[in-house]
DNA sequence: TATTGTTATACTCTATAACTATA
DNA sequence: TATAGTTATAGAGTATAACAATA
């Protein structure tokens, strides 16, 4: 999360620019391809919402969801997130290690925990929400109104 | 690139299935979030793609850019894949480990490299093309012809 | 037996910084 | 001075496998 001076050239790491002179072969027609290079612009919006604090895509999605889901549980967690149980526990790890979510005993399963955001917790991803939404919704303005619902309803066609 | 049975329920890490009872809030409708879902669901396409082998998308990047661009530089293939010169050095030592690429001195520049196919590399590249384009194709048939043709063109413009 | 959480481990991707050889 | 490549290091994400406690 450092802002240092790159020591060379070109488009920075993490640049969507195409390169002069470069055959790109038929890869821009790749659905895959412009999806992952669309994906990329669109976190470059994320990371300016989220300008230096270590708030990640999958930690921001987390806190996003302790909040509307109150006392879920790991397994659960990762179900949502699409990873493995191991990763989902080392995702709450960090965010209880920042105090902003804390593990609570379940009195139905002693095996599972209930995930809670603190009150700290909930103090920021209520400001991380309006600023993700602003920087989203101004990487989206890019298209207009009807074509941002057109690539809503694709998208939603493709990953049901 | 194991296959082995797993040992829990639900849906396997990797999915984009959603999970009944939990409250998504306005996830689904930021842009980031619902690109980042149709490429994770793009990924499985390709992963089906190149089942078996240990090729990932920007090693597959890397060698169709080889391919159409025989003799690139590694700083030239980083600016391409949009990463450090450090990540592109990997990549490339990635390659050469296996026989797919090589190095050759160029006689106009000592400091930089020329970077090619190998024959082996050439044959891999050419099979691996036609199943990922198939496997692509499949997965935009999701959408009509119309509907495919309008989503690379909006996706265009948000990565031009 | 099955599930939850945990621990251990590994691999990929990506980045920065410092170094060298050359331009 | 600037650039190409290299090396070292680090963090994040993700995965599998095996284990203990509990259901």
Redesign the pocket.
């Known amino acids: 999360m ?1 802002k ?6 070109g488009p ?3 640049s969507t620019a195409r390169v002069e002179g470069i055959d790109y072969g038929n890869l821009p027609v790749h659905f895959g391809y412009a999806l992952k290079r669309a994906q990329i612009a669109a976190f470059e919006a994320f990371a300016r919402a989220t300008a230096g604090r ?1 708030i ?4 921001y999605t987390a806190l996003v969801i302790l909040e509307a889901n109150p006392g879920i ?3 659960v967690l990762g179900e949502v ?7 989902a ?4 790890n ?1 965010l209880v290690a920042r105090g902003l979510a804390e ?1 609570r005993h379940r009195p139905d ?5 209930g995930l809670y955001l603190t009150r700290h917790g909930k103090a920021i991803v209520g400001r991380l929400k309006r600023s993700v939404w602003q920087h989203d919704q101004h990487f989206g303005a890019r298209l207009g109104p009807a074509e941002r619902r057109e690539l809503l309803r694709l998208l939603g066609k493709l990953a049901p």
């Open positions: 450092k240092t001076m790159r020591s060379t050239r920075r790491p993490g270590p990640t895509p999958p930690r549980s790991q397994t997130l699409g990873t493995a149980r191991s990763g526990m080392m995702l709450t960090w593990r399963d002693a095996r599972a925990w």
